[in-house]
């Protein structure tokens, strides 16, 4: 078969196939645009109540350190302290890490302090991460049986609209200012991918900002 016969015979059943939409069709028969694949997003509580019943929670609930010791968060006082619960678990938790790193290094760890809060059940395999991946933080555990520490891991106002059945939502990121009172509370201060990487590096840039303004007020 010559090739301009197959050239000819090719481009005929070509022409017959029906060419692929470049977008589902609604049911109206206007195309919509393909489904993003589901990304972090930065979910900052708004509400003031919300925020300090979180804080009060922070303030009054028992905490131990790796000594077994009671732990208090008013013994920060004097620098922003970032508190971040999760667990070894929670693949958006671990994925925070090095963004957590680079931002402590850039506002300076006199600073900002890191703290790890986990929950009971989750305590000596935490631990076992943390030493594991050499991580540099305090590491601090909520001392209550499961299911008693609902105050601190579960806020409806951090859910997004279109989830408003969750209830504990892990990473928790809530920003101390120097005087001890809370700031901010966020479930992503900077989104990540799975590698670790910032979504946005400007996230990255604004956040540091932010918390070296912070670090730079004087405490109340």
């Given at each position: 078969?010559?090739?301009?016969l ?28 393909p ?28 905490f131990k350190?790796?000594?077994g ?11 922003v ?24 290094e850039?506002v ?5 302090e ?29 001392d209550?049986?499961p299911?008693?520490?609902l ?26 200012g ?19 990487e ?22 109340g």
């Open positions: 078969m010559s090739h301009t197959t050239r000819l015979i090719l481009g005929t059943a070509l022409a017959l196939v029906p060419s692929l939409p470049l977008a589902a069709m609604a049911s109206d028969g206007i195309p919509t645009a489904t993003p694949p589901p990304v972090q997003r930065v979910m900052r509580t708004d509400n003031a109540a919300e925020l300090a019943r979180h804080i009060a929670a922070l303030h009054t609930a028992p350190d790796t000594a010791q009671p732990f208090h968060f008013d013994s920060l006082k004097g620098k302290v970032w508190v971040n619960q999760w667990a070894h678990w929670c693949a958006p938790c671990v994925a925070e890490f090095r963004v957590m790193r680079q931002v402590q850039q300076g760890a006199d600073k900002l890191i703290v790890l809060v986990s929950r009971l059940r989750d305590w000596e395999k935490d631990q076992a991460y943390v030493k594991e991946h050499d991580l540099p933080w305090r590491q601090v555990v909520l209550l049986p299911g008693t520490s105050e601190l891991y579960a806020d409806v106002s951090m859910n997004p609209p279109d989830q408003p059945a969750i209830g504990t939502a892990l990473p928790m990121s809530t920003f101390l120097k005087d001890g009172q809370g700031l901010q509370f966020d479930r992503h201060p900077v989104p990540v991918t799975q590698a670790g910032p979504q946005n590096p400007h996230d990255v840039d604004l956040l540091v900002k932010t918390l070296t303004q912070w670090a730079a007020k004087v405490a």
